[in-house]
Structures are given as C-alpha cells and as structure tokens.
C-alpha cells in the first residue's frame, strides 16, 4: 500500500485546514486509516483513526471537536477536517494503513506509512 498525503500549508489560528491522503495498492480500501502528527522536538503522537468501512473512527483529546476523521473508500481516500486550529498543533501530519481493519491509536499496529505533510498554525 502506498499513501501520499496533501492539503498542508500555513494557516492563522483560528483556520482551517482539510488533509488528504489517497492509498493505492491492494485491498486499500480494506485497511483501517489513520492521523498521526510529530512536533519538533517531540514524539510522534496519535491524532485519529478509523476503520476500514468508516463505522467507527477516534480521535484524539487533544483535537476532540476541533478534528474530524472521515473517508471515501471510492476514492481510496482518507480526510481530516481540522478547524479551530492552535499552534500548539503546528507539526508535520502523517497518514499510515493498518492491516487490521478496525481503527486503532497504536503507531506499532501500522505497517504503511505516507511521506508526512506540513501544517503551521501561526498565532
């Protein structure tokens, strides 16, 4: 499975910004999706997660009611919305695929992941 993320940028806080991240390979679209994020400086932290049919998906507290997770296995593409942007969450964002198809927030359960997207939140 290859994943290539876009729809980073830099944006004031208070905005919004939407990633994607299209899969391509087999079975893509049986895969659970998910967002994670690293800091400068930090560890790379989970974000959010869903299954591979889109009936269950988490995320995080720390961007609970700002972030939304969705997909569109048509498209073989995973979404997040992200509004009412800090910049505590300026980081670099990554999409990974997991071959078990229930969403997940363990990084290790991650077997394929995508080149990483910039997203700046200026104060």
């Known amino acids: 499975v290859q994943l290539q993320a876009s729809g980073g940028g830099l944006v004031q806080a208070g905005g919004s910004l939407r990633l994607s991240c299209a899969a391509s390979g087999r079975a893509a679209n049986s895969f659970a999706l998910g967002w994670f994020r690293q800091a400068p400086g930090k560890e790379r932290e989970f974000v959010a997660a869903i299954s591979w049919s889109g009936d269950r998906a988490y995320v995080s507290d720390s961007v609970k009611g700002r972030f939304t997770i969705s997909r569109d296995n048509a498209k073989n593409t995973v979404y997040l919305q992200m509004n009412s942007l800090k910049p505590e969450d300026t980081a670099v964002y990554y999409c990974?695929?997991?071959?078990?198809?229930?969403?997940?927030?363990?990084?290790?359960?991650?077997?394929?992941w995508g080149q990483g997207t910039q997203v700046t939140v200026s104060s």
């Open positions: 990974a695929a997991s071959i078990g198809g229930s969403a997940r927030k363990n990084m290790q359960e991650y077997s394929y």
